[in-house]
């Protein structure tokens, strides 16, 4: 297949290049490397199969359409992810979420790519009535910005479907960890845990109860229905189970050796739109015979590894 990945520089993104460059796939990544980094792509580079073109998406216009030109589909990761902050910065998550969207379909529209893939997440359900959430529980009032926008974009994706004949496929994620893990709680608390191992702030009681996914785990799902998609479809991504925050801290302390003296920010959850409690049903991605293959606990211990592996990566974290 020829497959293009916009925000293939990123987490998710890189990890989905290397995957596909080394089952024989031929890869363009389209990313404008505001928070990509290059060097996630050298191990795809080696293969030759990977050609990366530098755009933004928020300019639409036909650049867009040429680079899409003969894919067989479009995998759409290009977002902003950044769910915490998104109160200080309201427009951010309309350009970058729904606009860009917006733009990647009339650009696969224009170059009549078949498919489209696009990474949702679990934020679209809000505070959910229904634990586990299952693709048809009802959306009940947003909670955060983020969730507000892939909502949107969510939108329309399934109209263009419907009016275009457009195959699209939308995975609704838990938070994804592993290896290029770049911002979230485990960064934050490594970050911390650098500069002051003997002690760690914790935003909320601790209480929080979170599903997470090993983002090898993630790019299985996504690499093993490629092609196949037959119309507009749903997809939760998680494991059968959850933790609390307090769980992650204790896995996270213990992989790097220190016992810190904890404090709390208090209350149910850390920041406004941080559900207390995100947990998905799977049932429909299980039935297709994907499974995950790391625990959270594994998840977590893997990013931290990754986080002492690579400590620009921890030295770089930038608050907004």
Same mark, same amino acid.
């Given at each position: 297949?020829?497959?293009?990945?916009?925000?293939?520089?990123?987490?998710?993104?890189?990890?989905?290049?290397?995957?596909?460059?080394? *089952?024989?796939?031929?890869?363009?990544?389209?990313?404008?490397? @505001?928070?990509?980094?290059?060097?996630?792509?050298? *191990?795809?580079?080696?293969?030759?199969?990977?050609?990366? %073109?530098?755009?933004?998406?928020?300019?639409?216009?036909?650049?867009?359409? *040429?680079?899409?030109?003969?894919?067989?589909?479009?995998?759409?990761?290009?977002?902003?992810?950044?769910?915490?902050?998104?109160?200080?910065?309201?427009?951010?998550?309309?350009?970058?979420?729904?606009?860009?969207?917006?733009?990647?379909?009339?650009?696969?529209?224009?170059?009549?790519?078949?498919?489209?893939? /696009? @990474?949702?997440?679990?934020?679209?359900?809000?505070?959910?009535?229904?634990?586990?959430?299952?693709?048809?529980?009802?959306?009940?009032?947003?909670?955060?910005?983020?969730?507000?926008?892939?909502?949107?974009?969510?939108?329309?994706?399934?109209?263009?479907?419907?009016? /275009?004949?457009?195959?699209?496929?939308?995975?609704?994620?838990? @938070?994804?960890?592993?290896?290029?893990?770049?911002?979230?709680?485990?960064?934050?608390?490594?970050?911390?845990?650098?500069?002051?191992?003997? *002690?760690?702030?914790?935003?909320?009681?601790?209480?929080?109860?979170?599903?997470?996914?090993?983002?090898?785990?993630?790019?299985?799902?996504?690499?093993?229905?490629?092609?196949?998609?037959?119309? /507009?479809?749903?997809?939760?991504?998680?494991?059968?189970?959850?933790?609390?925050?307090?769980?992650?801290?204790?896995?996270?302390?213990?992989?790097?050796?220190?016992?810190? %003296?904890? @404090?709390?920010?208090?209350?149910?959850?850390?920041?406004?739109?941080?559900?207390? /409690?995100?947990?998905?049903?799977?049932?429909?991605?299980?039935?297709?015979?994907?499974?995950?293959?790391?625990?959270?606990?594994?998840?977590?211990?893997?990013?931290?590894?990754?986080?002492?592996?690579?400590?620009?990566?921890?030295?770089?974290?930038?608050?907004?």
């Amino acid at each position: 297949m020829r497959v293009i990945i916009t925000g293939g520089a990123g987490f998710i993104g890189s990890n989905l290049v290397t995957a596909l460059v080394e *089952r024989g796939d031929d890869v363009t990544v389209v990313d404008n490397f @505001s928070t990509g980094r290059p060097e996630f792509l050298e *191990r795809a580079q080696a293969s030759g199969r990977l050609t990366v %073109e530098t755009l933004d998406l928020l300019d639409g216009g036909p650049q867009i359409a *040429r680079a899409f030109a003969g894919a067989d589909a479009v995998v759409h990761l290009a977002a902003n992810a950044d769910v915490r902050f998104g109160l200080d910065h309201p427009r951010r998550d309309l350009e970058q979420n729904v606009i860009v969207t917006h733009n990647v379909l009339e650009a696969v529209r224009a170059a009549d790519v078949p498919e489209l893939v /696009f @990474s949702s997440t679990g934020s679209v359900y809000g505070e959910a009535e229904i634990i586990p959430t299952p693709e048809h529980a009802p959306f009940p009032r947003q909670t955060s910005l983020y969730g507000a926008s892939k909502a949107a974009a969510e939108g329309f994706i399934a109209a263009y479907a419907e009016g /275009f004949g457009l195959r699209a496929t939308v995975y609704r994620f838990v @938070s994804i960890l592993g290896s290029g893990y770049t911002h979230g709680h485990v960064i934050d608390f490594v970050a911390q845990l650098t500069d002051h191992p003997d *002690r760690l702030h914790i935003l909320g009681d601790g209480s929080q109860r979170k599903s997470y996914l090993e983002v090898g785990d993630c790019v299985a799902a996504i690499a093993g229905r490629l092609g196949q998609a037959t119309g /507009f479809d749903v997809f939760n991504l998680g494991v059968d189970t959850y933790c609390t925050v307090n769980d992650s801290v204790g896995w996270i302390c213990d992989r790097l050796g220190v016992e810190p %003296e904890r @404090s709390y920010g208090g209350g149910d959850r850390g920041w406004v739109g941080d559900n207390p /409690f995100i947990f998905l049903d799977t049932a429909k991605i299980r039935a297709t015979a994907w499974a995950p293959r790391w625990s959270i606990r594994d998840a977590v211990e893997r990013t931290v590894d990754f986080l002492v592996e690579h400590p620009t990566v921890v030295a770089s974290l930038v608050r907004p």
